[in-house]
C-alpha cells in the first residue's frame, strides 16, 4: 500500500470575518498518489477553498482560522506555505489571464525552476521536456498576450507541471474554455495521470467532461464530504440525494427506471444496448420553431432584425458577411458557433456597441446586453445601488439591498447584473447575453433559464453550453465563418452535430435531446418490450 | 491600437540577439538624443532607427510611436518659442501681456524644434524600436540576477498593463450597455478595484509557484550568436561615434543670439555613420541567417 500523496484528519476551516462564506468541515480523506480525483459540487460548496488549502494558500495566503490536520507530500499546510508546497504541487486557477505572469512562453514555464535556484541547463531541458509532452512546443517563442484561452491554460499547467510535482491541483480549469478547448484539456490531464503518473485533483461542475477519466468523486456539500466514491458510485448517491451532481446520461437512466449509472457517453451507449432500448428516432412536432408554426402575414414586427450585415475588421478578417437575422418578440434563441465564429460581434452589433461596416440593424426598441463578465456591471457599493430595489427583488435578492455585489456568488452576481441592463423606463425589445453559464452549476444555470423565460422580449443567448441551449431555446442559430450555417429547432440543429450536441443526443443516437425527453421515449419502449 | 507597440518575435536579426545586446544598440541610439541637438546628426539617428525598424520588420511599429512623439516634439518647439524671448531674427511680435511682451524669435524656435527632435530620437528608439524588438522578458531576466523582486515586479507590470486595459475597456462597454449609464468616479473606482482583483490573484499565482523561495536565478551561459556579435559591434560602434564626436565639439550648435549649427564634413560623416549603423547589422544575407525560431 502507497503512503498518501494527501491525508487529511479532520481538517476545517474557516475563512477570515468578511471573506467568501465557503469553509470546510471535519474533512477526512486520503488520496493515492497517481489518481484522477474529481471534487464534485454546487458553487460555494467548498471546493476551491479544498483546493487552496492542499497548495497552501489557505491559511497562509487568505489568512483564517484552521484546525485539524492536512499533509500533502508529507508536508502539514498549516506548518508549511505554498512556497515550500509547490515542491509536491502544482496548481493551476480558473482564469487564464491571470495565472500566467510572465510575457512570454518560455519565459512563463522557466520561472519555477528558476525560483529554485535550477542550474540553466537543467532549466533548459524541463522546460523543453515539459513543452513537448504537454504538446505546447510551438507555443514556446509565442507572447503570451496572443494565446488563446485554451492555449493559456495549457502554458498555466505546463507551468505548473514543469519542475514535476507528484500532485496537480486544478480549480475548474475549463470553466472559462470552449468545449472543444475544455476537452483536450480534459485528456491532457488524462494523459498526464496515465503516462506520467501525476496524481489529478479537478474541481469540475461539468462532471460529464471529467467522470470517464476519474477514479474517484468527492462530493462536497456545505463545506463537508458528501460523498466519495468512485465515480458510477457517485452517480447511484446524486440520483437519489443530489441530482443536480449527476450527468445528463446518468439522469437519463434514472428517469427511465434502469439501475445502471453510467460515466461516459459510451457506458451509456452500451447500456441502452444491453436492453434493448432503441429510441426512436423522430423529432417531436412541438419542438418545431415557433415562428414556422405562424403563418407570414400573422407574424409580429421583428424585435430585432439585421439585415445584410458585415463587420470587417481593418487589416483583419470579416467577421460578419452579409448575415442576415431577424428575431421575434418572446423568442428564445441560442446562438452557437466555436470561438472567433462571430457571435459576440453580433451581439455588439446588436447593441450597438460597434456600428456595422456595411449593412444595417433594425431595433423595436432598446435592447439590453449582458457580456461575458457580469462583475463588470456592478460598480456601487451596495447591490440595490446598482439595480434599484425593483431590480434585486427581481433577482431574487430580497433582503440583501445592502449586500456588496462583489460577496454575491457567481449565479446571484449574474442574476443582478441581467436586472441592471434591463433596469431601463421600458422594457427593452431584445435581451442578449453572452456566455452567461460559463463556469455555472446547474442549479444556476435553470434559475437563468427561468428568468428568461418570462420575458417577454425576444431573448438570445450566445453559448457554447449545448445542455442550456436544449432546455432554454426555441431556436438554435449557428454560426460559422460569419455566416448563418445552421438555422432550426434545437432538435434539428442540435441533434444529429458531432460537436454541437448534448450528451443525450449522443447517447440517443440524436432521438432525443434532455434526459427527460430521451426518458420519454424510452419508457414506451420498455412497456413494448 | 497602442502607439507604443509590444513585443512580438519575428525573423529579424534584431530580435534574434539576445535582449541585451539589442537594448544596447536601441540605447546607443537613444544617447545620440540625448548628447545632441545638432538636426543634421538628430535626423540621421532618427533615420537609422527607422532603417533598423524596417530591417527588422517593425517599421509600423517604429512609426507609430512617431505618432506620440511628433505632437509631443511639436508642443516643446512651441512652448520653447514662446517662453524664450532671446535670438535677434523677430517672426512674431506679440503684445504685453502678464507683464511681459510674448514676441517670437526664430532662434527660439528652431531652438524648441532642435529639443523637440531630441525628444522624436529618444521615444523612437526607446518606445519604438526596442519596446518592438527587444523580449522585455529576457531583458528583465538579465535583471534579475541583480535585484530579482523589482525585475520580477517589472516583468509583471509589462505583462498586466494590457490586461488592465483590456479589463478597463470591458468595463467602459458595460457602463455603456447600462439604461442609465454611471458616473465616471464610480467605473474608475470599481475598475480600480477590479485591478487590485487582478493583483490578488497574480500574487497567488506566484505563491503557488514558490516566489517566496525565490533566491538569484543561476547565470545561463550561452555562446555568441553572429547577431550579437554584429549587432553588439553595431551598437558599440554607435555609442562609440556619438561619445568621441560630442567629446570634440562635433555637431555643435548655438542658438542665441543668431543660430549657428555647424554642418561640415565631420557632422556630414557622423551623420552618414548613424544611418549606416542602423542598418548595417540588420540587413544582407547574413542578416537573415538563422533569425527564425525552429
Not at chain 1, 476551516?13 to 464534485?40: M, N, Q, R, W
Not at chain 2, 537573415?288 to 525552429?294: F, K, S, T
Request: neutral net charge; aromatic residues 4%; hydrophobic residues 45%.
Amino acid at each position: 500500500m502507497p503512503e498518501p500523496l494527501v491525508q487529511a484528519e479532520r481538517f476545517s476551516y474557516a475563512y477570515p470575518e468578511g471573506g467568501p462564506a465557503a469553509s470546510l468541515h471535519e474533512i477526512s480523506l486520503e488520496l493515492e498518489p497517481g489518481t484522477f480525483t474529481v471534487l464534485a459540487g454546487v458553487s460555494g460548496s467548498g471546493k476551491s477553498t479544498l483546493l487552496r488549502a492542499l497548495c497552501g494558500l489557505v491559511p497562509h495566503f487568505h489568512g483564517g482560522v484552521a484546525s485539524g490536520v492536512l499533509r500533502v507530500g508529507g508536508l502539514d499546510v498549516r506548518e508549511h506555505g505554498p512556497g515550500e508546497l509547490a515542491a509536491v504541487c502544482g496548481t493551476v486557477f480558473q482564469e487564464p489571464e491571470t495565472q500566467v505572469v510572465m510575457g512570454g512562453v518560455r519565459a512563463e514555464l522557466e520561472l519555477p525552476l528558476e525560483h529554485r535556484g535550477e542550474p540553466a541547463p537543467a532549466v533548459a531541458r524541463a522546460v523543453e521536456e515539459t513543452a513537448l509532452s504537454l504538446g505546447i512546443g510551438h507555443l514556446l517563442e509565442r507572447r503570451t498576450d496572443t494565446l488563446s484561452g485554451g492555449e493559456l491554460q495549457r502554458v498555466a499547467i505546463a507551468a505548473a507541471m514543469v519542475h514535476g510535482p507528484e500532485l496537480l491541483l486544478l480549480d475548474e480549469p475549463t470553466s472559462q474554455l470552449d468545449p472543444v478547448a475544455g476537452d483536450e484539456l480534459v485528456w491532457l490531464l488524462r494523459r498526464l495521470n496515465e503516462d506520467w503518473g501525476t496524481a489529478v485533483v479537478v474541481a469540475e461542475h461539468r462532471l460529464e467532461r471529467c467522470l470517464p477519466a476519474a477514479d474517484r468523486v468527492i462530493s462536497l456539500v456545505e463545506g463537508r464530504i458528501a460523498c466519495d466514491a468512485p465515480p458510477r458510485e457517485h452517480l447511484a448517491w446524486a440520483a437519489e440525494a443530489m441530482p443536480v451532481l449527476a450527468t445528463p446520461g446518468a439522469r437519463l437512466f434514472s428517469l427511465a427506471g434502469l439501475s445502471e449509472r453510467p460515466a461516459s457517453v459510451k457506458e451509456a451507449r452500451a447500456g441502452l444496448r444491453g436492453v434493448h432500448l432503441e429510441a426512436p428516432p423522430t423529432v417531436a412536432p412541438d419542438d418545431r420553431p415557433r415562428r414556422r408554426l405562424l403563418r407570414r402575414d400573422n407574424r409580429p414586427e421583428p424585435a430585432l432584425a439585421l439585415r445584410g450585415v458585415w463587420f470587417e475588421i481593418e487589416d483583419g478578417p470579416s467577421v460578419l458577411r452579409g448575415l442576415d437575422l431577424e428575431l421575434r418578440p418572446g423568442e428564445r434563441v441560442a446562438l452557437m458557433g466555436r470561438n472567433g465564429a462571430g457571435k459576440s460581434t453580433l451581439l455588439r452589433l446588436a447593441k450597438g456597441l460597434i456600428e456595422p461596416t456595411r449593412g444595417r440593424v433594425e431595433r423595436a426598441g432598446e435592447v439590453a446586453l449582458l457580456l461575458q463578465n457580469p462583475g463588470d456591471y456592478l460598480i456601487h457599493e451596495h447591490a440595490v445601488d446598482d439595480a434599484g430595489s425593483r431590480g434585486v427583488a427581481a433577482a431574487g435578492l430580497e433582503g440583501r439591498e445592502q449586500a456588496n455585489p462583489r460577496d454575491l456568488s457567481g449565479g446571484e452576481r449574474q442574476r443582478l447584473a441581467l436586472e441592471v441592463v434591463m433596469g431601463g423606463d421600458q422594457p427593452p425589445a431584445a435581451v442578449l447575453l453572452d456566455e452567461p453559464t460559463r463556469g455555472m452549476d446547474r442549479a444556476h444555470k435553470d434559475a437563468l433559464a427561468a428568468r428568461v423565460a418570462v420575458l417577454d422580449a425576444a431573448v438570445v443567448v450566445a453559448t457554447h453550453d449545448t445542455e442550456f441551449a436544449a432546455s432554454f431555446a426555441q431556436r438554435v442559430v449557428l454560426l460559422g465563418q460569419g455566416v448563418v450555417i445552421g438555422d432550426g429547432a434545437p432538435a434539428e440543429v442540435l441533434a444529429g452535430g458531432r460537436h454541437f450536441s448534448t450528451e443525450v443526443a449522443r447517447v440517443t443516437g440524436g432521438a432525443a435531446l434532455l434526459p427527460e425527453q430521451a426518458a420519454a421515449l424510452i419508457e414506451p419502449a420498455r412497456v413494448v418490450r | 491600437m497602442t502607439l507604443i507597440p509590444s513585443y512580438r518575435s519575428r525573423p529579424s536579426a534584431l530580435h534574434a540577439a539576445r535582449a541585451r545586446v539589442g537594448a544596447g544598440f536601441c540605447c546607443a541610439f537613444a544617447l545620440v538624443g540625448a548628447l545632441y541637438r545638432n538636426p543634421l546628426i538628430l535626423g540621421a539617428a532618427l533615420a537609422g532607427i527607422l532603417l533598423a525598424g524596417f530591417a527588422a520588420g517593425v517599421g509600423r511599429e517604429v512609426g507609430r510611436s512617431l505618432r506620440l512623439a511628433v505632437p509631443f516634439a511639436l508642443l516643446v518647439a512651441l512652448v520653447n518659442a514662446l517662453v524664450y524671448q532671446q535670438g535677434e531674427t523677430l517672426l512674431v511680435r506679440g503684445d504685453e501681456f502678464l507683464g511681459r511682451r510674448w514676441d517670437v524669435t526664430l532662434e527660439a524656435t528652431v531652438e524648441g524644434l532642435m529639443n523637440g527632435m531630441r525628444i522624436v530620437v529618444l521615444i523612437a528608439a526607446l518606445g519604438g524600436l526596442m519596446s518592438a524588438a527587444v523580449d522585455p522578458d529576457q531583458l528583465l531576466k538579465a535583471l534579475r540576477r541583480i535585484s530579482y523582486r523589482s525585475a520580477l515586479t517589472a516583468s509583471l507590470a509589462t505583462r498586466l498593463v494590457p490586461v488592465l486595459a483590456r479589463d478597463a475597456a470591458r468595463m467602459g462597454d458595460a457602463a455603456r450597455c447600462r439604461p442609465h449609464p454611471p458616473g465616471r468616479l464610480a467605473v474608475v473606482r470599481a475598475a480600480l478595484a477590479g485591478a487590485l482583483d487582478r493583483a490578488v490573484d497574480v500574487a497567488a499565482a506566484l505563491e503557488v509557484r514558490g516566489y517566496s523561495l525565490a533566491g538569484r536565478p543561476a547565470r545561463r551561459r550561452r555562446p555568441a550568436s553572429r547577431h550579437d556579435l554584429r549587432v553588439g559591434l553595431a551598437a558599440l560602434a554607435i555609442a562609440g561615434i556619438a561619445i568621441g564626436a560630442a567629446v570634440a565639439g562635433v555637431g555643435h550648435v548655438e542658438a542665441y543670439p543668431t543660430l549657428d549649427v555647424a554642418a561640415g564634413p565631420a557632422e556630414l560623416a557622423v551623420a552618414s555613420a548613424l544611418v549606416l549603423l542602423g542598418g548595417a547589422p540588420l540587413l544582407g544575407r547574413a542578416a537573415r541567417l538563422g533569425v527564425a525560431h525552429a
